[in-house]
């Protein structure tokens, strides 16, 4: 049977602390770097959402209060069952909770454009602030893993500890993000305007047979010329020789010529450094 996706306050994202410096052809902004993020539960069918949330809720605080009073007398195995036990209402053999949050989200820099947010790979790592009740038993890792389905990413929980923990914000799902700015369309239409500049210039001097020394010469006295041009605009940091160079080609010492040549202009620029997502707490 389908499930039954809430749709209301389906995502939550906001800055924490490190920066990361955005670039772009011409332009650069420095930005948070890591992004916390709520994930939205996923109820099972024919069940009401008020009844799977309470169910959940007062699940984990008897597993809890178990895990408090018994601890020392429960042997491994006793554990074992409490973590993989049927959840209510899931109709599932073992337990196994599901959450989800969205693949792609935009996130708005005002003046400076878009942040957009891609979750490509499905790698995590878990920050727990509690004692793992079956260290060297079992892998925590295993315990919850991300799932792409359609427009979101599928978080599922697959131990009651975890979930529990993750539900009361003692454990934290980090993930990494492949990181793209668009840039303000005001800032994109100088740039492109730029490279066509360039690109007008300097392919015709790439074309002739002078040698790679005579070659790369020439082209740096096209980039000197073109950035006295009335029609280049530019913050002074981005018309130097040596920041073109490296813009148009794989290297500085290299004439092949970089992506940038066959981009489609639309702004949208893929950063090296990834977006740290981090998962805490349930909508």
């Known amino acids: 049977m389908k499930k039954i996706f809430l749709t209301i306050g389906f995502f939550s994202l906001s800055c924490l602390g490190e920066t990361i410096l955005l670039t772009a052809p011409f332009s650069e902004a420095r930005v948070e770097q890591n992004y916390l993020a709520s994930v939205q539960l996923v109820i099972p069918p024919m069940v009401a959402d008020a ?5 959940i809720a007062e699940d984990c605080r008897q597993f809890q209060d178990t895990i408090a009073k ?31 949050f969205p693949e792609q989200q935009t996130f708005s820099l005002q003046e400076n454009g878009e942040i957009i947010i891609k979750h490509q790979g499905l790698s995590l790592a878990l920050d727990w602030a509690e004692a793992d009740l079956l260290q060297g038993v079992l892998n925590p890792l295993d315990g919850v893993r991300m799932e792409k389905s359609l427009s979101v990413i599928k978080l599922k929980f697959f131990r009651r500890d975890l979930f529990c923990s993750f539900l009361n914000k003692k454990l934290k799902i980090k993930t990494d993000a492949n990181l793209f700015w668009k840039v303000a369309e005001t800032d994109q239409m100088k740039s492109q305007r730029n490279l066509e500049l360039l690109f007008r210039e300097v392919n015709p001097v790439l074309s002739l047979e002078r040698g790679d020394k005579l070659t790369a010469a020439l082209v740096g006295r096209s980039i000197h ?13 981005f018309k130097s020789v040596d920041y073109i160079w490296n813009l148009l080609f794989e290297s500085e010492n290299s004439l092949a010529k970089s992506a940038l040549w066959n981009t489609t202009g639309n702004g949208v620029y893929l950063q090296s450094k990834p977006a740290v997502i981090e998962l805490s707490g349930l909508q």
Do not use: C
Request: aromatic share 10%; charged share 20%; net charge negative.
């Open 225 to 237: 010329l073109i950035t006295g041009n009335p029609e280049f605009h530019a913050n002074l940091k």
């Open 70 to 100: 018994y601890t020392k007398q429960l042997g491994t195995g006793q554990v074992q069952d409490l973590v993989s036990s049927p959840l209510p209402y899931s109709m599932k053999g073992s337990y196994e909770a599901e959450a989800v």
């Open 51 to 55: 009844v799977y949330r309470d169910a």
